[in-house]
């Protein structure tokens, strides 16, 4: 399948009645299972710690260990025995210290052997195993190169499990979740999307969760195969977990790899996004870089949004008079490399309506570019300006001002300031394409973009933005509007740093009241735009509005520096503000839980990027 990455899944095996690593490896091996989950110890090595008052051996004995030397190493994960008493109230606090012992002994012998991953199985004793989650803490300090794989199941309760324990494990990024699909999933289906946000290395499939088709192979439900196939657009991994070898385990391999190769085909944005996925982007600074020739390359692809700004050309074209006899002036500012002169010449044909037309352009070397467009293309009908539409002084007055200034979040390009200065070019009665935009913002869990963006450890990373095609992350609640921007606007003295109002009818500020409808973590704020271009033709990247097939743009990021845990039915206030001065613009934010609709005093974040101290947008 061409764009996807890998053309099988990893898939392992567990039988739980086996008691030798190279037993395992033989029959998963022989049935092209990839790797192998066993536990360390042999039966019987936990009971005696459990109901002996002998002191613990410092090392075991060989017949004390299912996985006794490292030929099978590459091929085994391995998992830790003795987790599920660690919290029950009726173990004693010396038997639970013994058996923190035993954990702590397999740990180091996993970590002498070079397994890939160790495998933790949640207890079954109590919601809230805090006493494991300090012994899988500890256990994570030992891990040079190994992975800790937390088994939860996805029940209800699964997700706040999990929660719990990385949290008090500080979201180490050695811990993953292994989870475990029961016969049986939870009716609501946000408790299952809500992992697509959480670091999920593999995905658990006891044989009792198969069903047997006609033919008597095993096969899954409809809703278990759409839940893997979502899980599949990530290298995720996969473990069979069967009672015993006696039936023929290669039939389950072969049906998972039959359910990741028939995966649906990505659309043309994920094709576009490959690599990019969940991947931290600088936002352009267009007005104080010029972009280079590939950047421009990329953009001049999209096929929807160029097909949308000629739609609009066109409309406004055609309801100007068709007996006027001056041509129609029509003015492209920031024309780059020249797609939407091109467009705005193609629209005029269309509508059959003379015109002139000005692509102004700062960045030198886009401006070599338009030359050669003008002298091999479009001639006497173009006339190629190369300065900062601010600073133009044209010689006529456009009837259409053209543009694409526009950034993941609207206004973050500097498209107000932008096109402040570009507007004494357009005639009183003149038209602006875009003529509004609008910004939205959403709460959003993604353990992924939290992860990257605390390696860095410092606060700079915390308090900027990022352009994101998200990917293993949720959003908690359904995007809302924040503010928009119209164009031409009436104000005056717009582009005079020596005004002590400069640049203030661009500031912004507002907030956002979202009803969380389960129990999850925000990591952040989504955001997006929606832009009217003319009149009912649009482009948008918010979800519930995405212009289908449009990829210019992904969302933008905006982290919060420590975690937000939010339970079902909560409610949560983000603000937002746009500030800036006579050198830049920047944004402010924060979150802030609400009980009973009132602030929650004491559980807010900090207020991030305080006078554009971190990250900021040079005019």
Known sequence: MPGQGQQTASCGLEILDVTDASILGNVGSAASFDYGVIQLLQKGVKERALH?????????????????????SSYIVGEICACEELDDPHVSSSVKKRLETLIKQQVYWAAHLGLQAIVFSYPATGPTAINFARVVNDALSMLSYSQAWLKISATEDGWKNWNMVRSLCEYN?????????????????????????????????????????????????????????????????????????????????????????????????????????????????????????????????????????????????????????????????????????????????????????????????????????????????????????????CPEQ???????????????????????????????????????????????????????VSSYNDQTHFETPYVVKFRNATELAAAQSLWTFEHPISVTDTNNPASPQFNHHNSRSASRTFTISYDAVLHGIAGYFEAVLYKDVMI???????????????PIFFPVKVPMYLAKGSEVEICFWRCGDARKVWYEWCVMPLVGGQRAVGGQSAIHNVGGRSSWIGL
Not at 402 to 415: M, Q, Y
């Open 52 to 72: 002996t008052s002998d002191a613990m051996p410092d090392a075991f004995s060989p017949a004390d260990l299912q996985v006794t030397q490292a030929d099978w």
């Open 173 to 393: 990024n050695k811990l993953f979740v292994a989870l475990q699909l029961e016969k049986t999933l939870p009716d609501d289906e946000r408790l299952l999307s809500q992992w697509r946000s959480e670091p999920v290395k593999t995905v658990i499939l006891p044989t009792s969760t198969f069903l047997k088709n006609a033919k008597g192979y095993p096969v899954l439900s409809k809703r278990h195969q759409a839940f893997l196939r979502t899980m599949m657009q990530d290298s995720i991994r996969f473990v069979v977990t069967a009672p015993s070898s006696n039936e023929d385990l290669g039939f389950y391999y072969q049906y998972l790899q039959h359910l990741y190769r028939s995966r649906p085909e990505p659309d043309v944005i994920d094709q576009f996004a490959t690599g990019y996925h969940d991947y931290l982007q600088a936002p352009l600074q267009p007005l104080m870089d010029n972009l280079e020739s590939a950047t421009y390359e990329v953009f001049e692809k999209d096929p929807i949004k160029y097909h949308e700004y000629e739609r609009a050309v066109y409309r406004a074209l055609c309801d100007m008079p068709a007996d006027r006899t001056d041509p129609i002036v029509i003015t492209v500012v920031g024309a780059g490399r020249g797609p939407l002169v091109q467009r705005s010449l193609q629209a005029a044909e269309a509508a059959n309506r003379a015109v002139k037309l000005y692509a102004v352009e700062k960045n030198p070397n886009a401006i070599v570019t338009l030359q050669l467009r003008k002298a091999n293309e479009w001639g006497d009908r173009v006339q190629v300006i190369h300065t900062d539409m601010r600073y133009w002084n």
């Open 398 to 452: 456009a009837d259409i001002l053209v543009s694409e200034l526009l950034g993941s979040f609207g206004d973050n390009e500097l498209s107000p300031e932008c096109l402040d200065g570009a507007q004494k070019v357009l005639k009183p009665s003149g038209i602006s394409i875009p003529s509004s935009y609008t910004t939205y913002i959403a709460p959003l869990s993604s353990t992924k973009l939290f992860d990257q």
């Open 540 to 554: 948008s990247i918010n979800p519930t509005t995405h212009s289908p097939g449009m990829f210019s743009w992904f």
